[in-house]
């Protein structure tokens, strides 16, 4: 999880600041009312999120997709099964 940034008291994250995996999915999570923009002096930003979004995100969807990743056996979609040369196979 990254940090909050904090421009004039607004906790915010920019999405286009977020590690690849993480951009990755929280486009697919998002609804497009959380995005903020937040203006400073020198630039518009459109790709905000409050912290708060991002830190529910993060640890209630984000760390449980990967954690799901990580603990699902890798299935094969090929099974074969060997005959032995001028035999039959046992199961």
């Known amino acids: 999880m990254i940090e909050a940034k904090i421009y004039r008291g607004i906790e915010y994250v920019r999405i286009s600041e977020l590690p690849e995996d993480q951009k990755a999915s929280i ?32 640890k209630k969807i984000f760390t449980n997709a990967v954690a799901a990743e990580e603990t699902s056996p890798v299935k094969s979609e090929f099974k074969t099964k060997k005959k032995p040369v001028g035999g039959l196979a046992f199961d």
């Open 27 to 58: 486009k697919n999570w998002l609804n497009m009312d959380v995005i903020i923009k937040i203006q400073t002096e020198t630039v518009l930003m459109s790709d905000c999120i409050l912290f708060k979004d991002y830190e529910f995100w993060f």
